[in-house]
């Protein structure tokens, strides 16, 4: 394969049909497409394409979901700007309600939007349970920054991505009644501490999360794998069962005709 920009157009959309597959189907079919690029002397592309990973299940689901409803996963990127506009605004001292509502507007968004992607696992059999927090955190993310968002468009993900712990870097920004002087105050309150240790346990437990989840993603391929082997080594069990039956059955025939002609007068 060449490496002009129609082969490499080329290579980026098969890279993208990957990832649009059924997430059972995404491993082979990327060792396939690695080995044919090898075959045709792309040694480059088949050594891009088998650096591919799989996505874990949440980043799967999202993945299709983008391809499904592109238009919803647009809408998000486009309030994610509008709300960082909006929050700019707010710190500066101008007028907070545009930031109050493009708020609720992204929490009702992504709300929908966790429920799209856990009605794709369910249609899948992937199964939703402990998904929600990854799919609402990654599409948090999509909103609060702009190149998250942009990959969550791509339809590329391999892994969730980490929540912001404050919407475009504002430092816990809560817009109140009085203006930023009440703001300040706030935080400054026991329970804003309090809320700070909250946030640091949170995120502490989202990483044995993500750990135990790539575990489980890494014991699910080599049970798949075993179970792979085994039944391979059943089919061959029974060929060789056969195999030994046939055997069994000539001998007899054999022995049979043996006595048969021994039994003859001579």
């Given at each position: 394969m060449s490496s002009s920009s129609g082969s490499s157009a080329d290579l980026d959309a098969r890279i993208d049909e990957l990832y649009g597959l059924p997430l059972g189907e995404f491993t082979p079919a990327r060792d396939a497409l690695s080995k044919e690029l090898r075959t045709a002397g792309d040694a480059g592309g088949a050594a891009t394409v088998?650096?591919?990973?799989?996505?874990?299940?949440?980043?799967?689901?999202?993945?299709?979901?983008?391809?499904?409803?592109?238009?919803?996963?647009?809408?998000?990127?486009?309030?994610?700007?509008?709300?960082?506009?909006?929050?700019?605004?707010?710190?500066?001292?101008?007028?907070?309600?545009?930031?109050?509502?493009?708020?609720?507007?992204?929490?009702?968004?992504?709300?929908?939007?966790?429920?799209?992607?856990?009605?794709?696992?369910?249609?899948?059999?992937?199964?939703?349970?402990?998904?929600?927090?990854d799919l609402r955190g990654t599409l948090e993310a999509a909103s609060a920054d702009e190149a998250a968002g942009e990959l969550v468009r791509s339809g590329r993900l391999t892994r969730p991505l980490r929540p912001p712990t404050a919407f475009g870097g504002g430092g816990g920004l809560k817009v109140l009644e009085?203006?930023?002087?009440?703001?300040?105050?706030?935080q400054a309150s026991p329970d804003s501490a309090e809320l700070t240790a909250l946030r640091r346990e949170l995120r502490a437990s989202e990483v044995r999360e993500r750990r135990a989840a790539e575990a489980v993603e890494r014991e699910r391929g080599r049970v798949e794998e075993l179970e792979r082997k085994r039944s391979d080594a059943r089919e061959r069990l029974r060929a060789a069962e056969a195999e030994v039956r046939g055997a069994s059955l000539e001998s007899k025939r054999l022995?049979?005709?043996?006595?048969?002609?021994?039994?003859?007068?001579?």
């Open positions: 088998k650096a591919l990973k799989k996505p874990v299940v949440s980043a799967w689901a999202l993945n299709r979901l983008a391809r499904e409803d592109p238009s919803a996963i647009g809408d998000l990127v486009e309030l994610g700007g509008r709300l960082r506009d909006a929050q700019r605004r707010a710190l500066s001292g101008g007028d907070a309600e545009p930031f109050r509502t493009a708020t609720e507007e992204r929490r009702a968004l992504v709300g929908r939007l966790v429920a799209s992607a856990e009605e794709i696992l369910a249609r899948e059999g992937l199964g939703t349970a402990g998904h929600a927090d009085g203006g930023r002087r009440a703001a300040s105050s706030a022995t049979s005709r043996i006595a048969k002609l021994s039994a003859k007068p001579r």
